[in-house]
Every structure is written in structure tokens, then in C-alpha cells.
């Protein structure tokens, strides 16, 4: 026989999980624009949790980002209930340099949020030029039927080579 207690306790489990995932697999932006970037919750939660975003500037495909190329990226990302939608803008500085597409790659970490990886825990976004190479060289006059001329030009800018 087990006396009665006189403090007792009750546990209660909840046994209601949710994942978390971007809304997206790609966003993109142009320099000088800003996008935006959601994560969502499955299932709503009655307490706030957040999440942990990574940020790489290297995406296979893309030039390498610099980390002057972006702002905006939160680290750690917080759903307050009763919303399962937690959202934040990417702004994109403008330059006057041409470059190659860029690309950063955010991956959320769910260690210690209770939450669940969802079906889309890394994004892509693309960061696309607004300036164009610009051209320069010398007139030159070529007459037919006469000896090879060589041109020069100068492409200012340009992070390319093209033949």
C-alpha cells in the first residue's frame, strides 16, 4: 500500500509535434530590391519556439556571395502563437559593379525547438545584377581586302571572359 501524497503531481505530454519548412525552395532578388522569405509551422503550437537559420555564400551553380551583397538574414527565427507563419526581408544593396548570379543558402536547425525538420529545411536565393558590362574601345576603320587588324576591347566590370 502506497500513502497518499500530499503534493501531488500531474505530467502532461503533449503529444502534438510540429514541423517546421520554407515556404519556398528558391527566392531571388534583384540588387537594389528586398524579397522575402517565410518559414511555417504545420501545426499551430500554443507556446513560442524559435528555430536557427545558417547562412552559406556558397550555392553549386552560382558565384559565391559576399556577405556585403545581402542583409536582412535573421539568425534565429521565432513563432509567436497563434501564428505559424514567421517571416523576414532580404534587402539587397545596390552597386554599380557588374557581376556574375550570385546565391546564399539558408538551412534551418531545429536542435532544441521541439519542432520537426518540415519538407524544405534549405533555400536558395539568387541575387541577380542590375548593371550591365559596359564596352569601350577605339573607332577603328577597316578596309576589305587588306591585312588582319586586331581590335582591343575593354569590358569595365566584367567578371567573365568571352571569346
Known sequence: VVPPSTNPMVTIIDDESSSVRFTEQTYSGEEGGVTEVCLVLNNQLDMETSVTLSISNSVTGYDDAENDDYSGVL?????????????????????????????????????????????????????????????????????????????????????????
Open 75 to 163: 539568425t534565429v527565427v521565432t513563432f509567436v502563437p497563434p501564428n505559424q507563419m514567421s517571416c523576414f526581408n532580404i534587402t539587397f544593396p545596390d552597386d554599380t559593379e557588374y557581376e556574375l548570379v550570385e546565391a546564399i543558402k539558408l538551412t534551418i536547425n531545429t536542435t532544441g525547438s521541439g519542432l520537426n525538420p518540415g519538407t524544405i529545411t534549405e533555400a536558395n536565393v539568387i541575387i541577380t545584377d542590375d548593371d550591365k558590362p559596359q564596352i569601350r574601345g577605339d573607332n577603328t576603320t577597316i578596309f576589305e581586302n587588306r591585312s588582319p587588324v586586331r581590335v582591343c576591347v575593354d569590358l569595365r566590370g566584367a567578371t567573365q571572359s568571352t571569346s
